[in-house]
């Protein structure tokens, strides 16, 4: 077989995902990109061309930049816990205890419960009346009285910092499990000869296997947290204050709950260069990890 | 492995059962709350246990009497096994002939990758082409559109999975058939398919999962009992002025039943896919 009808063959089999994708993004991304140029609303006419108004509108107003840091806030704090959470877990359940494998089974539980289910479930527990953040914290004689925890500006985002990070922590753990359990033994075994005490053992043996998986985890929960939209709708809607308001949620109130979609459009690409530069800057750093590793 | 102390014993069995509680601990208090009585889950300081146990808000939403907040419940419930369902089968299709293709003609391999690449788009990018071009041809509040749009967040994800199952098949096995005179499509067929089976499961698990737990799109694209799945009945019932909040926790039962019941029964399927992607890098 010539490779001339090899390759044909192949684009003919990846032609109904092609034509699919082409249809559900490609078409929406290029129509974003120009109405992203216009003063479109959401119904109605087609909106007029305005060049880069949307965008240096949107970029210099006081809301962007501060969503902006509120986004990077949420991720970065969230991201952080998941990780060092996660391996602290997968250090855990690589040892030897009894109920390990029911353990490591429950790992799964949050990962499966459905996001939405997951904000709505902490916001009853945060809830400020009745909820049992309070009535444990009270009970224990922690705080004295009952609090507000998504209502106050002070607390609302550590709060779905926790929720969003008790979700997303066992995914971390069960991908550096996996990592652990791929180290030889032998080298395990030689590093205990020669001495090595847990945290020499855990730096040298153990980390060089971790990075990679890693740093794969931390890339795909990075771009996560900075798209993050249904747990924050669920829980505060952005509030109080805006002080929980991220990206999409700024996207969304601009492009449908003010139905300005010119506007929300060019907000929506910000937002995905945003998100691309964080890809690319870590593909670099993925690369790197993946050669010294070895 | 190193022998453990006594003392390195005690504190990992206790690390565990930590653990064990921070895992357990809110998913049981979302259970208790859908039973315990109204009063219980108001009072002060709170009752944590139930005196007695309080079924009927299951019975409640999951009843089908027209206009009650079980109709509400069912009928997403109904919506949401069928667009999963729906979005799923797509994606399946799609991705196995793409993700074949890409592991034997590597040539081919960057459209995947540029389909892979799509990840990195927050789905408000495409949301506003997508909600008017919906309008316009009056497909909005359809579980068929939703479906549609859900491939975006499907396909790129099942054919990457298709293609390192492929991947994992040697071609030799496929070389041996064609020699021994089977044609391509009787050798994908006897040969390739079959032993690409637990790929092809894992992949469905991974496709219902995501499309179960979709919330951004059906927001937007439905209002109507017609179409709005799960989530969207969740955020309504947990927006609404519901006074009793058992109703909220049993509505979150229901709809994460299904997928914790997959999570823990497939979880061997599920924690290769998901670790396999890490670890092979």
Known sequence: MSSTWLTTRA??????????????????LAETVRLSFTDAKLVGTGGTYVGFANYTKMLSSAAFQKTFWTTLWFALASVTIEMVAGVLAALLLNQRF????????????????????????????????????????????????????????????????????????????????AALQAVPRDT????????????????????????????????????????????IWIMTRGGPANTTRTLSILVYQEGFSFQRAGSGASLALIVTLIV????????GLLRKTAGSAM | MERQSTLAKIFIHLAALGLAAVMIAPVLWLFVMSISPAADLSARPLHWWPDAVDWSRYATLLSRVENSAGAAVTSSLANSVMVAGMATLAAIALAVPAGWAVSRTPSVGWSLNAVIATYMLPPVALAVPLYMALAKFGMLNSVFSLALVYLTILAPFTTWLMKSGFDGIPREIEAAAMIDGANLWQTLRIVTLPLALPTIATAVLFAFLLAWDEFFYALL?????????????????????????????????????????????????????????????
């Open chain 2, 221 to 281: 694209f439905t209002s109507a009992l017609r179409a709005k799945p799960l989530t969207v009945a969740i955020a309504d019932i947990a927006g609404g002025r519901v006074s009793d909040y058992g109703m909220i926790a049993t509505a979150g039962v229901i709809a994460a039943l299904p997928p914790v019941l997959i999570g823990l029964l497939m979880q061997r399927a599920l924690i290769s896919g998901l670790t396999n992607g890490g670890v092979k890098g």
């Open chain 1, 98 to 177: 009894y109920g390990r494998t029911m353990l490591r089974a429950l790992m799964i539980l949050p990962w499966a419960l459905p996001t939405v289910v997951n904000a709505t479930l902490w916001r009853l527990i945060y809830n400020p009346e009745y909820g049992a953040a309070n009535a444990a914290l009270v009970q224990t004689g922690v705080i004295d009285a009952y609090r507000s925890w998504l209502g106050e500006p002070g607390s609302a985002m550590w709060a779905i910092i926790l929720a969003d990070a008790w979700k997303n922590f066992p995914l971390v753990a069960l991908i550096a499990l």
């Open chain 1, 188 to 231: 395990i075994a030689a590093s205990l000869v020669d001495g090595a005490g847990a945290f020499r053992r855990f730096r040298y043996v153990m980390l060089p296997h971790l990075a990679g998986p890693l740093m794969v985890a931390l890339v795909l929960r990075t771009i996560e947290a900075f798209k993050v939209f249904d747990i």
């Open chain 1, 276 to 283: 691309s530069v964080l890809a690319l800057a870590y593909g």
């Open chain 1, 11 to 28: 684009w003919l089999l990846m032609l109904p995902l092609l034509a699919v994708m082409i249809g559900v993004i490609g078409w929406p």
